[in-house]
């Protein structure tokens, strides 16, 4: 069910037929047939074209569905890896050039782990470059991530050598 209401605040009229270039009769009609401008399609849509947007006046999107779906394809070619699997290799890639033994480290750990022994504290990985390209400063929130997780890997040892302790003394 679309809300749409067209104005009748003949300055919004008048600026919005300048802006689409129609005289204010003309917007008029469109909109009194139930018509709604799209400015990127630069067409008169009927309003069932357009979605809802009840931040706007008329409760209707800006750009009619096919544009905004244009729209939004461009955008998320433009700002997203096609898929979360190219996302995960991106940042394996990042991780590896910033930090190269990593993964090895991490090895390390794991068996230490396995083999009883409590997990060294990570440290903190070098600053990623973040969106901008600007370095994100050591102690961030990159630093914190790593302390909650050592703190947890050191409860779980603890954890770990309580129960043994238990299983050793039945
Ligand atoms: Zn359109």
């Given at each position: 069910?679309?809300?749409?209401?067209?104005?009748?605040?003949?300055?919004?009229?008048?600026?919005?037929?300048?802006?689409?270039?129609?005289?204010?009769?003309?917007?008029?009609?469109?909109r009194a047939a139930g018509e709604k401008w799209c400015g990127r399609c630069r067409s008169w849509r009927i309003a069932a074209d357009f979605s809802a947007?009840?931040?706007?006046?008329?409760g209707l999107a800006n750009m009619c569905r096919p544009c905004k779906r244009a729209y939004d394809a461009a955008y998320n070619r433009r700002y997203l890896p096609a898929s979360n699997a190219e996302?995960?290799?991106?940042?394996?890639?990042?991780?590896?050039?910033?930090?190269?033994?990593?993964?090895?480290?991490e090895r390390e750990r794991v068996a230490?782990?396995?083999?009883?022994?409590?997990?060294?504290?990570?440290?903190?990985?070098?600053?990623?470059?973040?969106?901008?390209?600007?370095?994100?400063?050591?102690?961030?929130?990159?630093?914190?991530?790593?302390?909650?997780?050592?703190?947890?890997?050191?409860r779980l040892h603890e954890r770990r050598v309580r129960r043994a302790a238990r299983r050793g003394a039945r």
């Open positions: 069910m679309s809300t749409y209401q067209p104005t009748n605040d003949l300055r919004i009229i008048r600026g919005a037929a300048s802006k689409i270039g129609c005289g204010v009769e003309e917007y008029r009609a469109h947007n009840r931040s706007n006046r008329d996302r995960c290799q991106a940042q394996r890639e990042s991780r590896k050039q910033r930090d190269p033994d990593f993964l090895a480290r230490a782990v396995r083999a009883g022994q409590p997990a060294a504290p990570r440290p903190a990985p070098p600053a990623a470059p973040g969106p901008t390209g600007a370095a994100i400063p050591a102690g961030g929130p990159r630093t914190r991530v790593a302390a909650i997780t050592d703190a947890w890997d050191a």
